[in-house]
């Protein structure tokens, strides 16, 4: 099932003021406390029930009274909880994030809950990919490292610059559109591949793009089709001491063939918001655990690879963005679902 996300000029704001009934009573899951800010200021048109633990079949009755909920892309929603919802009464699940790989969409559909994502200003990310880019190609994490024990030699770990290079921009709907619109100010060659071109860029079939590209940073969707987008072959495709960004899914790469290419020195490095097997690991303190997952444990030791635990898109903007769309839609689900009784 294809997802459609509502375009970039939808305005949450308005068309919650459009809204002039009693207040719907909406669950939130998974609400930080900053989410948590955001929906108290829109109490005059919902009637919101909070709670910062990701839905699951043991807190299902939260939702009691509430034909909407919506919920964070951080905890994946099990079928058994998805029947959980549906039999406590919910109808609508909005999912604050512009990927739903989290949630069974299909499974939702046939027991009759409807689920839609939110748009949100590509900015956070597509500023957020260029930093890793140029952070990887001047080796800054090495670098930082070194400062931080004050230890402030040059050595031959010179740095790349961008104008020199290729860029191979993979996927290019808003946020990829976003990222090859920066890039064309470094002056750098810029090249794209996407199933449904649509932006003004150079595109090349995918396995072309991989061997001319300097750079490849992903954004397309996560699906059965773009899993493992970069598996072992077209990893071995890439150019040798090509990077790879990804600030899409983690399971756009397959992990177990990335690490020993780097470790090998074949590629030239990594930066990695996401990775495969992040759940459960990301958005906890593990300093005094065991992060229990041993593709990253390899990857972070390596000094070219950068790893951050999915923040790219953790802006002011973003998350006033996702709360706003995201009560938008439960309130545009109820408006519907009262004009057809």
Known sequence: MEIRIRPDNTDGSRL????????????????????ADAFRALADRIDPVLTDAPVTEANVALASGARCISIGHKTRVSSATLLALKRAGVEYISTRSVGCNHVNVKYAESIGITVENVAYSPDSIADYTLMLMLMVLRNARSTVLRADVHDYRLYEERGRELRDLTVGVVGTGRIGAAVLDRLRGFGCRVIAFDKRPKADAEYLPLDRLLRESDVVTLHTPLNAGTHHLLDRGRIHRLKPGAVVVNTGRGPLIDTEALVPALEAGRLGGAALDVIEGEEGVFYADRRDRLVGNNALERLQKLPNVIISPHTAYYTDRALRDTVEHSVAGCLRYEEKRNQHG
């Open 16 to 35: 919650l003021a459009m809204t002039e009934s009693e207040p719907a009573r909406i669950a939130v899951f998974g609400c930080g406390p900053d989410e």
